[in-house]
């Protein structure tokens, strides 16, 4: 019987299980097997039978793993087909090292890259291919890698094999593949393109770094030449202004004296031609002014009270009468609901009113103009108003309104040739609103009118004051600085001979007591020694200008309150500012308007008037006592004699060559024998010129020459001695243009011949003419006037001292007695510096006496 006891039931025991299974695993592994086979036979059927099942399924358990191994097997092989194409195809180099440094594997694009088939680079160092002079990055990082077991990169030159130069990046990272070998992996990217791009960006870059550079040169040059040519644009128009300015004061002032006066119809007609031209020039030397200072954002605005009805008004009265002329109905005003009183820039806003109000009535031939305001908002004190003015005239196009308020535009050609004007009106109007806040605009139908309007931010005044804003009516002013003002003693520094005698007549005639000197030196000295209410300065004179003096007046006991109003040409901004800063009240511009003298008067006059410093009355001088009264004499027979005398002294006048006879009939009223007393302070003034300047431009004083015949042309053509002015004004031309030294002396001499020919025919025809003693400049002013002159050269050690000083030897030889010949022992030795001291020792000794 077979042994069943490792028999279950019919089933094989675990024991006998395991034996076949350890034999089936010998015979697999080809090991002799542990137990015979003979044991099947002490099985049972059934275990036979379950055996065989358990076999059966076995082999088909076999059969599935083995197909799932066959499976796992081609997706084996197609992913390592896949990783190979990718290692191979790669678009960068792959490359295995061993810890020598020498190559196992490299993928295509490496052989590539170092130019060498990939199964020779097999055992190549990888230091092989990198450049000599890089090897050390390499090793470094290398180094890097080693110790810190990071990823390490770096950028090198390498030499491909057949020596051509590359760069690249290596990329390089550490791996264990086998047991105590360390092998690391690199990766090889050719970046020979992009550095070649960055030396080209480089150098780009530097390039616009260089034109960036030059670009910033060239626009601070440009800026520095803007602001130079913007300081030579400020610096012309203050000289132009100032040329301009100086005889249109001639011009207007006159005028407003002759106005005055006895006039024959026809005479009242050409003076108010004369008036009317006069002020339309000024009104255009304005407007470029005024554009000017906003463009270079000068213009400053006011913000006082004012009364809007006042400006209202006053615009309606100035273009009345032009209305009227047309023929046009009286110009309304509607102020609407704004308040009455208000504060802002009230010269600003009329201004703008006026531009529009001026071309509606220029473009206006028959109908109505209407003024007009209304209040928009209101935003407690706060107020934005619109001004309008309507007219009923040929209005504008459509197509032309967008060309309004643009400097130097009109709508067309010929309204410009029918109508006259600039261009400029509506465009200063325009940035005088904007610099108030508001906006500008139009509303038009051609031939039935327009509504120009603008709006301004304005404030409510919060008191009404006495002193708020008023523009006075025509010879309103005047009026009252009689009633209030009259004898009131002022002193007028001004260095123009014509101006201040023009100043001073009018100041004369509103009842003032006047007394004049000719530079800031004077007006010094007339201070220190006398009272006045009130000074009138002239911002440029000789020896010592207005800003000087004014400093040094303030600083006299007693100034620091008496009002002192500046004249001036410039009407920039600055100069207000300078004005102010050292000390001046108030500010005049010129040409002098006589309302606008009298207003400023009337302003800054005090209310009573006081002849006393700290309560000290100084006494007159008796040489002031004669001056005034022989100025102020108005009395009957001075006035019979002086019309009597007239007529010798036009007869005189017509033996004067190269003068403007129209002219000079014009100037000072009508009187020509006041006239040729000026006249003949001109010539002692200027008789030796041409000797100064000939010594000036021998010395190299080109400065000294230049203003010698600026001022001898200004004083001929302020006179209407136009052929000589003429004369003069082209001697100015060279020496403006270039330096004495290139001209031919013979062409300048040729000139100065010529002028002095003039000066002495002039001096000729005077010599008949009969001087009276009540001239304001007699002979001892004008020798004051030449010692002035003298110590001023002498202090500079210009040689033009000595024909100066031998123009006046006899004057001097009995005025200085003898301190006379040490004087002219020095001069005439060139001890100019002993002169000088000489001479303000005798200056000192004289003001004392």
Not at 787 to 795: E, H, Y
Request: glycine share 6%.
């Amino acid at each position: 019987m077979p042994n069943n006891d490792n028999k279950v039931g019919n089933m094989p025991t675990p024991a006998l299980v395991s034996t076949l299974r350890q034999q089936a695993e010998a015979l697999v592994l080809q090991e002799k097997p542990t137990a015979s086979l003979d044991v099947l036979d002490d099985l049972s059927p059934e275990a036979i039978r379950k055996m065989l099942h358990e076999l059966c399924v076995h082999q088909i358990e076999l059969e599935m793993q083995n197909e799932e191994l066959r499976q796992a097997q081609l997706l084996m092989d197609d992913a390592r087909a896949r990783y190979f194409d990718l290692y191979d195809l790669a678009p960068v180099g792959y490359c295995t090292l061993d810890e020598q440094g020498l190559i196992l594997e490299a993928n295509l694009k490496a052989a590539t890259i170092l130019g060498l088939d990939r199964r020779m680079l097999t055992r190549q160092p990888i230091a092989r291919f990198i450049f000599k002079a890089d090897q050390d990055i390499f090793y470094l990082q290398r180094k890097r890698l080693s110790q810190t077991g990071e990823p390490q990169s770096c950028e090198l030159r390498m030499v491909k094999h057949d020596g051509t130069q590359i760069w690249a990046q290596l990329a390089e990272a550490g791996t264990q593949e086998t047991k105590n070998k360390d092998f690391c992996r690199i990766v090889l990217s050719d970046i020979t393109e992009r550095k070649k791009n960055e030396v080209e960006l480089d150098q780009h870059r530097h390039h616009l770094e260089q034109l960036v550079l030059s670009r910033t040169a060239e626009l601070a040059k440009a800026k520095e030449a803007a602001e130079t040519a913007n300081r030579a644009k400020s610096t012309f128009l203050t000289n132009i202004s100032h040329e301009i300015r100086t005889p249109m004061t001639a011009i207007i002032s006159l005028t407003y004296l002759l106005r005055r006066t006895k006039l024959i119809p026809e005479q009242a007609e050409k003076l108010s031609k004369i008036d009317t031209a006069a002020h339309h020039l000024l009104s255009i030397i304005n407007d470029i002014l005024d554009i000017s200072k906003i463009e270079a954002g000068k213009l400053e605005l006011e913000n006082t009270d004012f009364r809007l009805a006042d400006i209202l008004d006053n615009v309606r009265s100035i273009i009345d009468e032009s209305a009227k002329n047309k023929g046009l109905l009286p110009i309304q005003i509607d102020s609407g609901d704004v308040p009455l009183w208000l504060r802002g820039d009230p010269i600003r806003l009329r201004q703008a009113l006026l531009n529009y109000a001026g071309n509606s009535v220029k473009f206006t031939d028959k109908g109505l103009i209407t003024l007009r305001s209304k209040l928009l908002e209101e935003n407690g004190d706060k107020l934005l108003v619109r001004f309008e003015v309507t007219d009923t005239g040929i209005g504008i196009s459509p197509e032309n309104i967008p060309r309004l308020f643009q400097p130097f535009e009109q709508v067309s050609t010929s309204s410009t040739d029918k109508y006259g004007g600039t261009g400029l009106g509506l465009a200063i109007t325009k940035r005088l609103v904007e610099l108030m806040g508001g906006e500008v605009g139009v509303d038009s139908t051609p031939n039935i009118g327009s509504t120009f309007w603008f709006t301004t931010r304005l404030q409510r005044s919060q008191r009404i004051i006495p002193t708020a804003f008023r523009i006075m009516k025509p010879g309103e002013a005047e009026t009252q600085l009689k009633l209030k003002h009259k004898g009131a003693r002022l002193l007028l520094a001004e260095d123009n001979d014509v101006n201040r005698e023009i100043i001073v007549a009018l100041l004369r005639s509103a009842g003032m007591v006047v007394e004049s000197v000719p530079d800031g030196l004077e007006a010094i000295k007339k201070a220190q020694a006398n009272s006045y209410d009130l000074i009138l300065m002239d911002m440029q004179m000789p020896n010592m200008d207005g800003i000087d003096a004014t400093l040094a007046i303030r600083a006299l006991p007693g100034w620091k309150t008496i009002p002192i109003i500046a004249l001036t040409a410039n009407a920039f901004a600055e100069s207000r500012r300078t004005c102010t800063e050292v000390g001046m009240n108030g500010f005049i511009t010129k040409p002098i308007d006589p309302e606008i003298l009298y207003t400023t008067l009337l302003k800054w006059l005090p209310p009573k008037m006081k002849n006393a410093h700290n309560g000290a009355i100084i006494k007159h001088t008796k040489a002031l006592t004669n001056i005034v009264s022989s100025g102020t004499t108005t009395d009957a027979a001075v006035a019979q004699a002086q019309e009597k005398s007239n007529d010798i002294a036009l007869a005189q006048m017509a033996k004067i060559p190269g003068i403007n006879i129209p002219y000079c009939q014009s100037i000072l009223g009508g009187n020509a024998e006041r006239y040729l007393e000026l006249l003949a302070l001109f010539i002692e003034l200027h008789a030796n010129d041409m000797i100064l300047l000939a010594t000036s431009l021998d010395n190299g004083n080109y400065k000294e020459a230049k203003h010698l015949v600026h001022s001898l042309k200004g004083s001929a053509a302020t006179l209407g001695i136009d052929h000589l002015a003429k004369i003069v004004a082209h001697l100015e031309g060279k020496l403006g243009d270039i330096e004495y030294k290139t001209l031919h002396n013979d062409d300048i001499h040729l000139e100065m011949d010529t002028i002095n020919l003039e000066l002495k025919a002039i001096s000729s025809a005077l010599s008949f003419t009969p001087i009276h003693g009540n001239a304001v400049y007699p002979e001892q002013a004008t020798l004051r006037i030449a010692l002035k002159k003298l110590n001023s050269l002498l202090a500079e050690s210009d040689t033009a001292a000595i024909p100066l000083f031998e123009n006046y030897t006899e004057s001097l030889r009995s005025t200085l007695g003898l301190a006379y010949e040490e004087l002219a022992r020095q001069i005439k030795g060139f001890e100019f510096e002993k002169a000088h001291k000489t001479l303000q020792s005798l200056l000192h000794q004289n003001n004392e006496t």
